[in-house]
């Protein structure tokens, strides 16, 4: 075969940081098709335009997601990539990784594909990228077989992810991790086989600092916090002063809340912890002198997904505080979670995500389908409006009400 | 909402299938008269059987496998 | 077909307990703070005493099986084989041996691996598929974020910037990722309507699904055709018709290009969560080194690090002194793209007389 110019791609491959044309290089190696691949690359630098099409029906045998169908628009000119699969492999959660684990997915790649992947693609799964349909089932074969399963693509829960949690950090509020292995295991029908309106995702970070961005981008944000004091250690608190660290100027001056003092003469911190909206940032600060509290357990937020429809939504709270113990199985999460799903498989249209099918039926008939309790940490405000709606049940409870001879909450303010 | 043995609701479905190219779960429910999460459930076993398959087409669909 | 082996579906992800160093299994849970020993190192003390050292590397994310095997070969060598990657496309090597932080770093720098990206520093760049293997990308993806990271390499290797720094790079506005709430955010979009492929509409797509994955009402069935209809002065370009229907394309070498929005995040440190807000409405696609791409964010960076007040992330500054004075100092013309007319415009309208002057 002879080498094709690349002069483009070669341009890629100059500067500090490591080249991913570098990488297609050292694949190409092995695997002719990734100087083909490089090759159409180099077409699309050349004509600024992708050339890759929609995919069609590929998958292995039981699962409707896992495989993304990746075809060449040029099939004729360029046929070893004229398919060129992606396939979704769960990753472990908090993405550790034994060496031997690598090796194996290595094995199986090098088998089976193109020998690139992604380190992880955005939703959290490893990353396989490129192969042929006829691959797809031995390719499977020799994962399961291995002990790694896919991840989900299509109208259905995709691949839940974690932070590294207790594993590796002093914040965790719950153990993130066994929460995701223990949720994609529950719900790998839901993982495996797309039956709902359209993609669900969940992202679990274990503390404020959201480090798998689960508010900007999961549709269930499970996020950790706790509900009583931030513990301080004073001895280190003093120490931080000595070492010259500036506390009013690099904590308090940031607190949003105004709940630190600082007792310059004492070098004593003390926080009004009922005043305090747990935002983290003088725990990130000074974290030898501060800690989380002990009561520990997560806020659910839900309906964050990215622009496309109904534009970008940030997660919102449905509930303020919920315990997660391994002990009973999660179970109040999985109840809320269920009852979630019910209503939005019910009720939503196609393509629809959970938030924006409360942004067309409002957050009053979500409360009531999924029984959770309308509380005021749910808003930033009250409703600015008067458009309100009123229902039977709600006057039906005015009258039962004044019937036991009690006084109604806001009666008196019809008169 | 009528009801069925597993193996009635079974024969439904591929009869229903049958006379089509692709099915969402919820109009396969609506033809038949079964609730749409019964039908989950099923289409999920007859996918692992290898009897069914899904298509993804914008949105989710089922077929007979080969047809 | 013959036979076929169906191995066994549904077992799940690999245990991560399995995965984990002996050190972490015994401080799981109770690890009481970490330092930050220095650009790419983090030490992470357990309630035990234990030491855990963290050696950050950055990566393309577009990883071959070669490098990954020469990675488990590094974790073999340093960290009893131990390693774990990062919602951001970085490797992390665990090492319990305090000695051999510096060797590691030694090894892996000479291989080309840089070591970084913790603290106030600039973070890996999180970014999407391009032309490598997308349908729907308006731009590349890996190019361009290979072109501004050589850049802005020094940021990736020091941490003495105001605060951390995200930036991040979608190839469409489906976004995969979280790039909508980032520092710095560049995403690939379209400027013309998509065409309308009668034929192909008919034939392959779903009429209804067509019309209902507009997010403006811009299309409409065409009962003749049994095709549909694009309102050219609805449409947004948003290309989510086309991830519904593949003949109704829309890429566009000629007008396609990159945005840039700015002054998002997604901790809830401080103030709260934040979208990104467009800066930059268009810049061309120039591969192989998008230099006007680079340019621009360079300069963003730039008037940010020169202006910003300790521990003030980008959004944080542009609060701080408005955004009026945000494209004066960036010396960035304000147009009509910057003003939302989509459907949650109004409250972004300034309804107050409490503004700044800017020349």
Same mark, same amino acid.
């Given at each position: ?116 992947? #992604? ?21 499977? !074969? ?24 207790? /594993? ?60 009583? !004091? ?12 000595? #070492? ?30 009922? #005043? ?8 990130? /600060? ?60 019910? #009720? ?68 | ?67 | ?83 774990? =990657? ?66 802005? =390499? ?97 890429? %566009?070498?000629?007008? %396609? ?33 998008? %230099? ?48 939302? %007319? ?12 409490? =503004?700044?002057?800017?020349?």
């Amino acid at each position: 075969m002879t080498e094709k110019k690349r002069p483009l791609l070669d341009e890629l491959k100059k500067g500090k940081w490591p080249s991913f044309v570098n990488e297609m290089e050292k694949s190409a190696a092995k695997k002719p098709v990734v100087n083909t691949l490089m090759d159409l690359v180099e077409r699309s630098y050349e004509e600024k335009r992708v050339h890759w099409k929609h995919g069609g029906i590929v998958g292995v045998r039981g699962y409707g997601g896992g495989v993304i169908g990746r075809y060449c628009d040029l099939p004729e000119e360029y046929p070893d990539v004229a398919e060129f699969h992606t396939i979704r492999v769960n990753q472990p959660s908090g993405w550790f990784y034994t060496s031997d684990a690598i090796r194996t997915l290595c094995d199986v790649w090098e088998k089976h594909g193109s020998g690139l992947t #992604n380190m992880h693609g955005a939703t959290g799964d490893a990353i396989l990228l490129g192969t042929t349909t006829d691959h797809l089932q031995d390719c499977f !074969n020799d994962l399961s077989d291995n002990g790694f399963d896919l991840g989900g693509s299509g109208s259905n829960l995709r691949t839940p992810s974690a932070c590294c949690g207790p /594993a590796r950090c002093e914040y965790a509020c719950f153990d993130t991790l066994d929460l995701c292995h223990h949720l994609t295991n529950e719900y790998q029908d839901e993982l495996h086989r797309p039956m709902w309106p359209y993609k669900f995702k969940i992202k679990i970070s274990g503390c404020p600092n959201d480090c798998t961005s689960s508010i900007a981008r999961a549709d269930l944000s499970i996020i950790g916090t706790w509900r009583d !004091n931030i513990q301080v250690n004073q001895e280190a608190v003093k120490e931080y002063v000595n #070492n010259g660290f500036d506390v009013k100027e690099e904590v308090l001056a940031h607190c949003p809340c105004n709940c630190i003092t600082f007792d310059e003469e004492k070098k004593e911190l003390s926080i009004d912890d009922e #005043n305090c909206t747990r935002c983290m940032h003088c725990i990130s /600060a000074m974290p030898k002198a501060l800690r989380v509290g002990k009561e520990k357990g997560a806020t659910l937020l839900l309906g964050g997904k990215a622009t496309i429809v109904q534009s970008a939504f940030l997660s919102w709270v449905i509930k303020p505080f919920i315990k997660l113990d391994k002990e009973d199985g999660y179970q109040e999460l999985h109840d809320i979670l269920e009852r979630i799903w019910d209503w939005w498989d019910e #009720n939503a249209k196609v393509r629809e995500r959970v938030g924006e099918l409360i942004y067309r039926k409002g957050m009053g008939e979500f409360l009531k389908a999924t029984g959770l309790e309308p509380v005021p940490q749910m808003v930033h405000h009250p409703r600015a409006n008067p458009y309100f709606f009123w229902y039977p049940e709600d006057f039906a409870a005015e009258k039962e009400a004044s019937e036991a001879g009690k006084e109604v909450a806001g009666s008196e303010v019809s008169e | 909402m009528a009801d069925f043995t597993p193996e009635e609701l079974r024969a439904k479905i591929l009869e229903y299938l049958e006379t089509k190219d692709k099915a969402k779960n919820r109009d396969i429910a609506t033809a038949i008269g079964v609730s749409k999460r019964e039908v989950d459930k099923m289409v999920n076993e007859m996918a692992k059987e290898g009897i069914l398959e899904f298509l993804y087409l914008g949105t989710s669909y089922v077929k007979l496998k080969d047809k | 077909m013959t036979n076929p082996y169906y191995a066994q579906t549904d077992i799940g992800p690999p245990y991560f307990w399995d995965m984990l160093p002996q050190v972490i299994k015994d401080n799981y849970g109770k690890w009481l703070y970490h330092e930050k020993v220095k650009p790419g190192v983090l030490k992470h003390v357990g309630e035990s005493g234990d030491e855990l050292y963290t050696v950050r590397i950055g990566s393309p994310r577009l990883l071959s099986i070669e490098t990954l095997r020469w990675f488990a070969d590094i974790a073999d060598k340093y960290c009893d084989g131990h390693l774990r =990657f990062t919602s951001r496309h970085n490797v992390e090597f665990l090492l319990t041996d305090a000695g051999k932080v510096d060797a590691l770093i030694e090894e892996l720098e000479a291989a080309g691996w840089p070591v970084g990206g913790t603290g106030k520093s600039l973070k890996n760049l999180i970014h999407t598929q391009g032309w490598i293997h997308c349908h729907s990308a308006a731009t590349d993806a890996s190019g361009p974020v290979k072109a501004v990271m050589d850049d802005l =390499f020094d940021y990736f290797k020091k941490d003495d910037l105001p605060a951390k720094l995200k930036i991040s790079m979608a190839c469409c506005l489906n976004m995969c990722g979280a790039v909508h709430c980032s520092d710095i955010a560049f995403v690939g979009v379209h400027r013309k309507i998509p065409r309308v492929d009668d034929n192909g509409v008919a034939n392959g797509c779903e009429i209804p699904n067509v019309v209902a994955s507009c997010p403006t009402g811009a299309i409409r069935p065409n009962p003749k055709a049994k095709s549909v209809t694009i309102n050219e002065e609805k449409c947004m370009y948003c290309g989510n018709c086309y991830s519904v229907c593949p003949s109704l394309p829309i890429m %566009d070498p000629e007008n %396609d290009g990159i945005a840039i929005f700015v002054g998002g995040k997604v901790s809830n440190s401080r103030s709260g969560p934040a979208f990104s807000k467009l800066a930059i409405p268009f810049i061309p696609n120039e591969p192989p080194r998008w %230099d006007s791409l680079v340019a621009a964010i360079r300069n963003l960076v730039e008037i940010w690090v020169k202006d910003a007040k300790k521990g003030e992330r980008y959004g944080e500054w542009i609060e701080r002194i408005g955004w009026e004075k945000f494209f004066e100092k960036a010396n960035l013309p304000f147009t009509d793209k910057h003003i939302d %007319d989509f459907i949650f415009s109004v409250p972004t309208f300034r309804s107050t007389t409490q =503004f700044k002057f800017t020349k």
